[in-house]
């Protein structure tokens, strides 16, 4: 992008029509966040950078957390995302936190929550469908074949079955080759 003298993902393309194949919308998600963040100290630092270069290139960004408290997530890395939302939390210190106001302490969950645009100051309520584990993998698999890009899944049993076999007798070998 520094090259063509683009300023983010759009203009990239635009100025690149005619020489091929586009440069992909970039999504990344990061699940728990305030785990991450917690795992060694000088994660923030790196993060924040990211956070900033990835906003200006047009790459979206998606953090989750399950931890609202006051030592999850600082007000300078709270800066880096525009947007929010809010789903229950336990008490009004953790909603003022997470959307700069009470009220997300007050919602009825089961996808009840608060979303704060860009610029905007009062959340806006809104009700968030609730699809399962099968339905969401079908719905990357048709994204994946609507665009032609492999999207790498990794499903939670194949990880936790890696976790916990024991390695073959070629996998065995292997390890004991490259160690030596």
């Known amino acids: 992008m520094v090259a063509s003298g683009a ?8 100025r690149l ?3 091929g194949e586009p440069m992909p919308h970039i999504v990344v998600v990061i699940d728990d966040v305030s785990d991450l963040l917690r795992a060694a100290d ?5 993060l924040s950078e990211l956070l900033s270069r990835a906003r200006t290139a047009g790459i979206h960004v998606i953090a989750v957390t ?5 030592d999850a997530i600082s007000p300078a890395m709270r800066a880096l995302f525009p947007a929010r939302v809010a789903l229950r939390v336990d008490g009004a210190e953790d909603s ?10 007050l919602l009825l969950g089961r996808g009840d929550l608060l979303f704060l645009p860009p610029g905007r100051s009062e959340p ?8 399962s584990q099968s339905d969401t993998r079908r ?4 994204f994946a074949e609507q665009s032609g890009v492999v999207i790498p899944v990794i ?6 079955q890696e976790l916990v076999s024991e390695p073959t007798a070629a996998q065995a070998t292997n390890l004991r080759s490259s160690a030596a």
């Open 7 to 14: 300023r983010n993902i759009q203009d990239f393309n635009q």
């Open 17 to 19: 029509a005619s020489a």
């Open 42 to 46: 000088d994660v923030e630092q790196p």
């Open 66 to 70: 399950r931890n609202a408290g006051a």
């Open 96 to 105: 003022a936190r997470l959307i700069e106001r009470s009220g997300a302490e």
């Open 124 to 131: 806006t309520r809104l009700q968030a469908p609730m699809i």
């Open 139 to 142: 719905l990357v698999h048709w």
């Open 155 to 160: 499903e939670p049993e194949t990880v936790t």
